[in-house]
C-alpha cells in the first residue's frame, strides 16, 4: 500500500503563493507517476499536474500552466507543488495521487488512472 501525506494548504489572498508538499510511502507499488489533483465544491476532480520518477517527465495543466510547478525530491520521497499568483478560482481541495500512465504521458489525466490518493489538503484564495 503506498501512502500520500499532504501539507502546506492554507488561506492566501489573490496573488499569494503557497507550495504543498506529499511525502509517499518508500514502496511505490505498479506506479510510475506522482502528481496533484484538485477539486472545487461542486466540480469534479481535475489533474493540476504530474511528474515521472525520474523528475524528467513534468507535466501541468489547465490555469495552473505558468503559475504552477511541480517537482520532487527523491531522497525525501517527496512532491512538491508550488502554486504562484493564486487566484480565488484556485480555491478547492488539493489531493496528492500516485498511479500508473499508460499512453502518452503529456496529456491531462483522469482520476481514474489513480490508484492511491492522499487525504487532501484545503487551498483557500480570497479575493
Known amino acids: 500500500q503506498v501512502q500520500l501525506v499532504e501539507s502546506g494548504g492554507g488561506s492566501v489572498q489573490a496573488g499569494g503563493s503557497l507550495t504543498l508538499t506529499c511525502v509517499a510511502s518508500?514502496?511505490?507499488?505498479?506506479?510510475?507517476?506522482m502528481g496533484w489533483f484538485r477539486q472545487a465544491p461542486g466540480r469534479e476532480r481535475e489533474e493540476v499536474a504530474h511528474i515521472s520518477f525520474s523528475g524528467n517527465g513534468a507535466f501541468h495543466t489547465g490555469s495552473g500552466k505558468g503559475r504552477f510547478t511541480i517537482s520532487r525530491d527523491n531522497a525525501k520521497n517527496t512532491i512538491y507543488l508550488r502554486m504562484n499568483d493564486l487566484r480565488p478560482e484556485d480555491t478547492a481541495i488539493y489531493y496528492c495521487a500516485a498511479g500508473r500512465v499508460s499512453g502518452e504521458w503529456f496529456r491531462r489525466l483522469s482520476p481514474d488512472e489513480v490508484h492511491y490518493w492522499g487525504q487532501g489538503t484545503q487551498v483557500t484564495v480570497s479575493s
Open positions: 518508500k514502496y511505490t507499488g505498479n506506479t510510475n507517476f
